[in-house]
């Protein structure tokens, strides 16, 4: 946990005014920055004291084995791992004799700053050295949105009360030694030393070196330049050696004088491009960026936020700290996913190692719907990369005697590295996730040519594997898929689970829908109207099961039959379950990690009346324990969907601050995207309501006595919306584009740039709180003292 | 495969009359020699060639890492790994300049034959060296029924044609070099060398050797000594080393002369005991062996086996080549079982290493029923070992969070091995299968004591496991196990898998019953009247799923909804269906990979009617594709109770050939000990229609078309029984012991020394045959040609 006090609460910035040692690992994941392609953890410029040094490319992995105990067929052998490329954004400093550490001397003042609107990380420094020599220390670290192979780094030291002398080394460093992050010692071994080295040059101010990585052959490259403010007789020199390439500036300051180094970085890597196309990649990377200078870079980066921020910025009014946690939120999704371009964004976005820097489903369900309102270019080239690996999802389908694609439950570039398949590869629900983020994204761009180019095939090749995956019942005639994993993972292989059969059948409907519309291109991938019609019949015998008894939706065929778990002998300290309890005694009982049922009521809400939402939302409560980080966000849509708008508002509060608080306990190797994004879903789809259905949108805007004002802006079929609501009324504006008919609780409303449109907000008659396993309940946010 | 006519057919050999080098790691199994205590594969006297060396002793292991891709809340980390010992049986033999090997030279004549009676392993060669010398060489090797600790080899060396000089090597040899056994390099690291030498010496022609295993932390010694008769000038030399004992025996034979060898070797290993002890133990084995000779053991040996013959032997006419593979099983299984004593019967004996040389459910369910009706010793035995684990299982079911009892799914000394817990840890009815052989062991032995000392507490420990795993449903009141796995591994955690919850019922039962024969030891155990209350009720309401639609039982709550497997489609080749295809696709559709609910209609006969046993039987028969050796002989019982004796005749053959004829390839790394028992109960159980329940014994004879006639022995509650069946009727002889009565199809006999009694056997109607999968249908051994 971080304590609640470690960040000041601002409406635009995360500041820590003083350092805190104890959390370094997690403040580094929290200050990270990142443009979806280069990763830099918030690690110390001086790389001393680290909790985990990190410097990460999108897609840039190493293999490692995957062993077992009992193997099987079809196991993966070796999972793709990202790892810690080479550190550029090393600068040490020695002051007259002493090295920099914060740990030493005294730290009169250290204060860092994330700032949201201009995309840096700021940090202010004033230290004596231990033989009594003040220095003020600055660095302004950022990795260009507008550049998207550069970061550049700020960095200035001036003397307080006495002349010193100073040197300052900046530095490449590959394969620096990291704590180590499993306990099998050969995939440390793997990890280690990763990159073997093909180039190091150093001249002047600049330097560069080339790595490939050992095993999965990738080659990647990082050159630096400097461009250095000094007194007279500062004096810069070089050198480099296979994974070192150290710039080493050195000058006497007076008191009043300044050293100020900018430190331009650029990265680049490929699995095709040879060495030296590496080499000139980087160099032009570099010489661009040095050419638009400092200023520049940061007036670049300024304007590309406020542009994102015209489309995306939540506004609060009546708690300052879900302010703040929603623009870190927004922020850091951005980050993830900017510049991705044609990769994945990881779990953990580029914040750390966590997961292996695997992208699961958590990016469609829970990821893509914000870039898809704020940012849609980054949420289309999500999308294009499953289309890049939709060959490898062929094969894997092959692999597993299904057809169509069979899209990896968790992956870097496309190849399944799950290595324990109950929770895993038996996870279809993944392909229908994919098609389901697809639709989503047509519906609410309007993209045409995106549908035909990229979507149609995916829609086709997931509704291929839906076919082959779940069969009409011979007697019965229910199409009935068995035997597969939902989102909740302390269940597994169950029969007719509703979130995997209702996203299917989405899926099914999707692709058949698809096809019609763009039918020469389905001709081309095969499609003929006999399959389409099949796909249509799939989806309407598709098995929903439902208990009478209950008037529940059961989570699968069997859920709920089965023993409910023991809560009350559950102690506090045995969750997350998992760590506590053998899967198969989870799987057989009725305890929910994540949502799962809800979850589908919020992406199915279609499929249910509210009064069956109310009902399953309030028997689900009281099963689910929130092991996952991906659940708290869900359940504050659904709780709000139903009138619990309190309940709704306290899982607003987890998801949001998941990560300043590390509420998981796991924050040092990375960001939770997926709660991230969580918290704009409980706001937006939460207490604003929204939805996007048959190519519309709509809202149903409630909010909990805590708020007093919610305002939040998005995209919609290249419009801008704004959206403002109070506790009785709602207003929406429409900042730019074509006038659009939306609803508001249910009534059609036509909006134009002209005027705007106010409504009234209609009470709705919620039960009493539905409860939760005991000691699993959220914490209470919405009492006002 | 092996070639049907590799051995030649006869009563009581299994005879090889020319030396097979493709399949000499086959023989090498078929051949061994074994006490239960000491396991001798049939490797060459020479050592070379070979396809495994191997020498066990029961329960000595070493342990090997288990690892996982992704680990989970108890996975057991080490596994526990059959390690070959010492091997003392090597005899190595020059022939003036030439060593003795087969595949140099001329080999005249090769034969081995295994002879059940005397119990020994023979061997005669013809062979002229590439110098064109020819010698006789034979060797007779036995391991001791009646001296445990003791191995035995008369080898005698003879020339032909003209003098030779002939040197004898006779060793001790630990640590030999083996063929890889695993793609895994650390496992392979573990158990190379994994014996660490303490003692090693050689005086005349004597010697010994002690080592420890380097982590299990297990000693072994192993010493020999020699009986020499050669002509005068025949010299004996011994050296010892760490790893090595060679004791060399140099003569020079003239035609008419003979060199023979008696080689006494005797093996001793313990936990506990110190070096001293170990060195101790085994010169007192080797000097009370050396005392009875080699006549005296040979003597011995055969009045052993007299006696088992006397109980145990099988008689069949009309099929000379089952006649000598029951034997051959009845042989093996004695072998397995007779002087385990405290100690494991392993899934394959101690024949080879496969499986890790772990003990499974089948010794419970396969193989006791034939040794608690032919040397019920033994099978006491067997179950004692499962009394002395108990506190481990206690410590595993703690570990799971159960109550009671879990014992492990594969193990040697009670630690579960299983490195994959859907097919391993979840298939509890382990537990169910324990308590089922301690019940029949009592009924047929009417051993009370066993039952207060030994059974008692096994039954209470696994009863109070069911009650923990199960529970009562709120509303239907039923008793439901859910997510367990149940015999057939083409099925993973179902619910209320049907075998299951009948031996679970079962259980609760027996052990019901015997807290109520047992009052005192029973309370001292803990139990009060209203735990067994709750046993019964568990037991009274237990959940059994019945289709009403198809009038059939289905495996589990689920799997009659399963699509069936596509076994028109599915090619020859791609069985075993799970080097083919994934686990998931497996569990999810109907497809059976050995007797399931057809094991439970053999156990629980009693809880079926027998219109219901031939529908389910022919229900489960089209979807069986027995991939596993545990299914044939179940097949076989029930399709001869359902009247289909000419199939049930085919899958006898099967049972029965598995290893002479290693109809699953994979017979080089061990007979199949559950299939080898599984003939006699194909036969006994099948064709004698043998049951023992509530106390009693009953039979319901009925012989398929091609046996003439059909007699077998057996022991029942102390009295020697003797059966003998023809087309028509059956007699029943008393041979010894007090009057019985029995049961004949139904109807009771009263049976006596006095008299035999002899019997007409009723009709029986039939439907049409079942069918099987396509390809799948066992090979047709009923019709006449």
């Known amino acids: 946990m971080i304590n609640d006090s470690l960040f000041t609460v601002e409406e635009w910035n995360i500041r820590e005014k003083e350092l805190s040692l104890d959390t370094l690992a997690q403040t580094e994941s929290i200050f990270t920055l990142s443009n979806g392609h280069i990763g830099l953890r918030g690690n110390l410029d001086e790389g001393d004291p680290h909790g985990l040094p990190g410097t990460y490319l999108n897609s840039f992995y190493e293999l490692r084995p995957l062993p077992y105990a009992e193997g099987g067929y079809a196991y993966p052998e070796s999972g793709q791992t990202v790892i810690n490329v080479t550190n550029g954004k090393l600068i040490r400093l020695l002051v007259d004799d002493e090295p920099f550490d914060v740990r030493y001397g005294k730290l009169l003042e250290h204060e860092r700053e994330l700032d949201l609107r201009n995309g840096v990380l700021r940090r202010s420094i004033h230290w004596t050295t231990p033989a009594a020599r003040t220095v003020k220390i600055s660095s302004v670290r950022m990795v260009s949105f507008t550049q998207r192979a550069i970061a550049a780094i700020c960095y200035e030291v001036e003397p307080v009360d006495a002349p010193v002398r100073i040197v300052v080394q900046s530095e490449l460093v590959a394969n620096e030694a990291l704590p180590p992050q499993s306990k099998d010692p050969r995939v440390g071994a793997a990890l280690e030393s990763a990159l073997e080295c093909e180039e190091h040059q150093a001249r002047e ?36 050696s296979p994974d070192v390439v150290r710039v080493s500036i050195i000058g006497r300051l007076k008191p009043g004088e300044r050293l100020r180094i900018v430190k331009f970085i650029a990265y680049g890597w490929s699995s095709l491009r040879s060495r030296p196309a590496i080499h000139d990649q980087i160099i032009a990377a570099l010489a661009a960026a040095r050419q638009t200078g400092w200023e520049g870079l940061l007036a670049e980066q300024r304007a590309y936020l406020d542009d994102y921020w015209a489309s995306a910025d939540v506004e609060l009014e009546g708690d300052p700290q879900i302010q703040q946690a929603i623009r870190f939120s927004l922020f850091h999704v951005l980050q993830a996913g900017a510049r991705a371009e044609g990769r994945p964004i990881p779990a953990k976005g580029l914040t750390g190692p966590g997961y292996d820097g695997h992208a699961f489903w958590d990016t469609e369900i829970f990821v893509l719907p914000v870039l898809i309102h704020t940012i849609p270019d980054a949420a289309a080239d999500a999308l294009r990369w499953r289309h890049l690996i939709l060959d490898r999802a062929r094969e894997q389908a092959q692999q597993l005697r299904l057809r169509g694609a069979a899209f990896p439950w968790r992956t870097i570039r496309g190849a399944e590295c799950s290595g324990y398949w109950p929770a895993g590869t038996a996870a279809f629900h993944i392909n229908a996730d ?327 907000i209609p009470q709705i008659q919620a039960g009493s709180r539905p409860s939760q396993p005991e000691g699993r309940e959220p914490v209470r946010r919405g009492v006002r003292v």
Not at 211 to 236: F, K, Y
Request: with cysteine.
């Open 205 to 240: 101010a600049s330097g560069m070196l080339i790595h490939h990585t050992r095993v999965s052959g990738l080659r990647m490259g990082v050159a630096m330049d400097h461009h250095i403010e000094g007194p007279p007789g500062t004096t810069v020199t070089s050198e480099s």
């Open 434 to 760: 994919i098609a389901y983020a697809v639709a989503y994204y047509i519906q609410a761009t309007g993209d045409i040519d995106f549908e035909e180019e990229v979507g149609l095939e995916l829609l086709i090749e997931t509704a291929r594997l839906w076919c082959s995956l779940g069969y009409h019942h011979p007697t019965s005639n229910q199409f009935r898929i068995d035997g597969v994993t939902g989102p909740d993972e302390y269940s597994a292989i169950a029969d007719n689970n509703v979130y995997t059969n209702l996203m299917a059948q989405h899926n099914l409907r999707w692709a058949a829908n698809a096809v019609q519309r763009h039918p020469e291109k389905a001709c081309a991938l095969g499609v003929d109207e006999h399959e389409a019609a099949n796909w249509r019949m799939a989806a309407k015998n598709m098995l929903i099961p439902y208990n009478e008894q209950l008037e529940v939706t059961p989570q699968d065929e069997s859920f709920i039959d089965y023993q409910v778990w023991d809560f009350t002998h559950t102690l506090p300290h045995q969750y997350p379950l998992l760590l506590h309890f053998p899967y198969f005694d989870l799987y057989r009982k009725q305890v929910v990690k994540q949502a799962d049922l809800v979850l589908a009521m919020h992406l199915r809400g279609d499929a249910f009346t509210l009064e069956q939402k109310a009902r399953n939302f309030a028997y689900y409560e009281q099963l689910t324990v929130r092991d996952s980080s991906l659940s708290a966000c869900t359940q504050a849509v659904m709780a709000a969907e139903v009138g619990q708008l309190e309940l709704a508002y306290d899982y607003l509060g987890e998801a949001a601050l998941v990560d300043l608080h590390d509420l998981h306990h796991n924050v040092q190797s990375g960001l939770h995207m997926a709660s991230l994004a969580g918290a704009w879903l409980a706001i937006v789809a939460g207490f604003g309501g929204m939805r996007v259905q048959d190519n519309s949108l709509s809202f149903s805007p409630r909010l909990p006595d805590a708020l007093e004002r919610l305002a939040f802006r998005l995209l919609f079929q290249g419009r801008r919306l704004y959206i403002e609501v109070t506790a009785t009324e709602a207003t929406y504006h429409l900042l730019d584009g074509l006038p659009l008919t939306i609803c508001h609780h249910g009534q059609e409303i036509a909006l134009s740039m002209d005027e705007t449109s106010t409504h009234s």
